[in-house]
């Protein structure tokens, strides 16, 4: 179970039973919400989402589907969220229910890190973990989100349903064809349905010889060979958080969605191929939202690319008009140009975050995102010089074709920033802080490095050292690595299969690390993180996700040969996503 954060929140000890109710009513106290529920409706239903109360409220994926799935006439749908005291079960926030007494209930899926947390949830509501074992006295249970069009199949078996592509294509459908249905009919209904994966219809078959290798998937007669990911049509993309709270990881923020895609193509970014086509909101529906805002709510531009919108400049100038702070999710440093940059800093901003992943030229070519190091350096000046003081820097290590060279070209940048940033920083008169971030490479699919192995942790280990040892003495630097062990974790079940899916039991039930479970059950640590084999079937191949994997090797291809793609343009049909 992931430790409770250092979320903003009352300080009450929430393992005392009478306090969840108390922290329960702060929290609903808190929100500013724009939500109206049907009453009446004859089905009751509840969204999880299997981390923190504070973890979800900054998730609009969450928020999204909580909003949509309230917009049905016969639903009314509470949320629940993991929590700490789980003596009494798992209770929903508005009418503090159990679980296990709603017809219907979400999971939000967003990392592969709260895996275990679902298990907790159902075991603290004495649901069994898999579908197979539960009958129809039991809730139905289902689960979409981003990690469940990722790749569904290291948790595929505890779910009756799983939601393939974005909420707003699958549930109008969805909705259209529960309505006075029980559970069983519900369940046969969603396998004529686009978008929705019924995981007791496949049976995946593994090589005997060849462990965690996947031989064939077989499926039943009345369900498509593949389930076709579902996206939302360009008009219909924009979303905002139905609910703001200052008790949210971003308090008070009100996220809106600025575009949804990303035309840029980085090889290591799964959210970069799923959410194709890059589809921009309507600057009307931005604005509206803006102008909207509460007293005390900020406006949070998101995507995965804000930056890119053409009419970034356009929102932030209105967002500046109307008098309505905003902040910007991580930035390019080739989308900074004079003129958001002083829109920026007007605003107030005092952080950016960007995303630089590698210092060598030879790694940016392959994860094709190729800003030379002169430019990031001559971008990070202009920022100072704009009065913005702290700037938070992303790196990855661990990423193929890694040497020591690599990594040394990534130290050479980050100490040539360091000092560009003391020296620009003098104008301000002020020196703020420089924070350089390291993530393991985790190979993700969907993307063309899903081939690539995730690294041995011990050679993990020996490069954080020697990052470590050659950035801890520059000033003004605050350097952070991530856990190597939860970048495992993430690893292990980023490209799973069934089989992960009863490791994780075994792990959860036996109290044992992932590492020993994957021993117990006769298997090695690399079956599971290694590199596969190109013409391998890979467990998320049960999905059609519109981007063909023929391009994706392709894409490998020409990144394991240094070679630069271009980003998406008009009139391209090369990926498999626009026809
Ligand atoms: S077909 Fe071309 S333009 Fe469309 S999403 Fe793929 S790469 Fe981008």
């Not at 369940?187 to 462990?211: C, L």
């Not at 800003?371 to 003081?389: F, H, M, P, R, T």
């Not at 954080?464 to 520059?474: C, F, G, P, R, V």
């Amino acid at each position: 179970m992931i430790k409770n954060r250092n979320l903003p929140g009352p300080r009450l000890n929430i393992n005392n039973k009478n306090n969840l109710h108390k922290l329960y009513d702060l929290y609903l106290e808190s929100e500013r919400s724009r939500l109206t529920k049907h009453v009446d409706t004859y089905l009751k239903a509840v969204i999880v989402f299997p981390n923190y109360y504070g973890v979800a409220m900054s998730n609009l994926g969450f928020l999204r589907a909580y909003e949509l799935i309230n917009q049905s006439e016969f639903m009314a749908c509470d949320r629940a969220f993991l929590q700490n005291d789980t003596s009494k079960g798992i209770i929903s926030i508005e009418t503090r229910q159990r679980l296990i007494n709603y017809d219907l209930i979400f999971f939000s899926l967003s990392y592969e890190n709260d895996f275990y947390n679902i298990l907790s949830i159902l075991a603290a509501e004495k649901i069994p973990f898999l579908s197979k074992d539960r009958d129809k006295s039991f809730p139905l249970i289902m689960a979409g989100g981003v990690i469940a069009f990722l790749n569904p199949e290291p948790v595929a078996p505890i779910f009756d349903l799983m939601f393939i592509g974005e909420a707003e294509a699958i549930f109008p459908d969805f909705f259209k064809n529960i309505e006075n249905k029980n559970k069983y009919e519900i369940i046969e209904a969603s396998k004529k349905i686009d978008g929705i994966y019924v995981p007791s219809a496949y049976n995946f078959i593994f090589d005997k010889k060849k462990p965690n290798v996947l031989n064939k998937i077989e499926h039943l007669l009345s369900c498509p060979e593949k389930i076709k990911r579902k996206c939302a049509d360009k008009d219909y993309v924009f979303s905002s958080s139905a609910i703001t709270t200052k008790f949210s990881e971003l308090s008070n923020i009100n996220m809106i969605e600025i575009e949804r895609g990303c035309k840029r193509g980085c090889r290591f970014c799964s959210a970069g191929f799923i959410y194709l086509p890059l589809r921009e909101s309507a600057p009307d529906d931005v604005m509206k939202t803006i102008s909207s805002l509460g007293e005390n709510e900020k406006a949070g531009f998101v995507g995965l690319g804000t930056m890119d919108s053409k009419n970034i400049n356009k929102i932030m100038q209105f967002s500046l008009d109307s008098k309505k702070p905003f902040s910007l999710s991580s930035i390019r440093f080739d989308c900074l140009d004079e003129n958001n940059l002083n829109l920026i800093k007007e605003t107030g901003i005092k952080t950016v975050t960007l995303g630089i992943e590698t210092g060598s030229p030879r790694l940016k070519k392959l994860i094709n995102k190729d800003i030379s190091n002169d430019e990031i350096v001559a971008a990070l000046k202009n920022i100072i010089k704009k009065g913005i003081v702290n700037i938070k820097l992303y790196f990855m290590f661990g990423l193929p074709c890694e040497e020591k060279e690599d990594l040394d070209e990534t130290i050479n940048l980050i100490k040539i920033m360091q000092k560009e940033f003391v020296e620009s920083s003098k104008i301000n008169k002020r020196i703020g802080l420089l924070t350089v971030s390291f993530s393991p490479f985790v190979p993700k699919a969907w993307t063309p490095l899903q081939w690539e192995n995730f690294e041995d942790l011990n050679i993990l280990r020996g490069k954080k050292d020697y990052l470590l040892a050659n950035l801890k003495h520059l000033t003004n630097l605050n350097i952070n690595i991530n856990p190597l062990n939860s970048a495992f974790t993430e690893a292990f079940f980023a490209r799973g299969s069934r089989i992960s899916n009863n490791i994780l039991i075994y792990s959860f039930m036996n109290k044992i690390n992932l590492k020993k479970a994957v021993y117990a059950k006769g298997y090695n640590i690399n079956d599971f993180i290694r590199k596969f084999g190109e013409s391998e079937l890979l467990p998320w191949d049960i999905i059609d996700q519109g981007v063909t994997k023929k391009y994706l090797l392709e894409e490998y291809l020409r990144g394991i040969n240094f070679k630069i793609t271009p980003q998406c343009f008009e009139g391209c049909k090369r990926c498999g996503v626009c026809r």
